[in-house]
């Protein structure tokens, strides 16, 4: 191993990874191309559009500005960890069921932004899930709709309490 490879662990969805990088690995990149979690998009890749949102210890991080070796020790939830039990998250579901998706680049991202708010949040209001979602760039939907699918969640939870 060379002094720009690193070995990294990490706990990413629940498993435990140890993995080599190199120095300027992003994130992303070995999310998608060295562990195949496809689901995170690869958008602008410059931290603008929010379309590879992750959740690194509870917070989003746009996983294209976040080097690898800047991971090791965390742990990272990726779309693909939000199914429970092989199914859609509420969240997931909501976002069918409101038609918050149409090309569905942007999903991922967006709803890795939604599940940090609804987990700190479970109730928020509309500007909450705005301003939540402010990092994260739709150029199909318009945002109501997705905007009505965090909210409903938010609506279902409130009415279990």
Same mark, same amino acid.
Request: aromatic share 4%; glycine share 12%.
């Given at each position: 191993?060379?002094?720009?490879?690193?070995?990294?662990?990490?706990?990413?969805?629940?498993?435990?990874?140890?993995?080599?990088?190199?120095?300027?690995?992003?994130?992303?990149?070995?999310?998608?191309?060295?562990?195949?979690?496809?689901?995170?998009?690869?958008?602008?890749?410059?931290?603008?559009?929010?379309?590879?949102?992750? %959740?690194?210890?509870?917070?989003?991080?746009?996983?294209?500005? *976040?080097?690898?070796? @800047? &991971?090791? !020790?965390?742990?990272?939830? $990726?779309?693909?960890?939000?199914?429970?039990?092989?199914?859609?998250?509420?969240?997931?579901?909501?976002?069918?069921?409101?038609?918050?998706?149409?090309?569905?680049?942007?999903?991922?991202?967006?709803?890795?932004?939604?599940?940090?708010?609804?987990?700190?949040?479970?109730?928020?209001?509309?500007?909450?899930?705005?301003?939540? %979602?402010?990092?994260?760039?739709?150029?199909?939907?318009?945002? *109501?709709?997705?905007? @009505? &699918?965090? !909210?409903?969640?938010?609506? $279902?939870?409130?009415?279990?309490?």
């Amino acid at each position: 191993m060379n002094a720009l490879q690193h070995n990294v662990k990490f706990i990413i969805n629940g498993e435990p990874y140890e993995i080599t990088v190199c120095s300027k690995d992003s994130l992303l990149d070995v999310l998608r191309e060295t562990l195949g979690l496809t689901g995170t998009k690869k958008g602008c890749n410059s931290g603008e559009c929010g379309a590879c949102t992750v %959740i690194v210890d509870g917070k989003p991080v746009n996983a294209c500005l *976040t080097l690898a070796v @800047e &991971a090791d !020790g965390k742990e990272i939830l $990726t779309i693909e960890g939000l199914s429970e039990g092989g199914k859609l998250s509420s969240l997931q579901e909501s976002f069918l069921e409101h038609g918050a998706v149409q090309c569905g680049y942007c999903t991922p991202g967006m709803i890795m932004s939604s599940q940090v708010l609804l987990n700190e949040n479970p109730v928020p209001s509309e500007e909450e899930i705005r301003n939540a %979602i402010a990092g994260n760039f739709c150029r199909c939907t318009g945002y *109501t709709k997705i905007i @009505e &699918a965090i !909210g409903a969640v938010a609506v $279902t939870r409130a009415g279990k309490k």
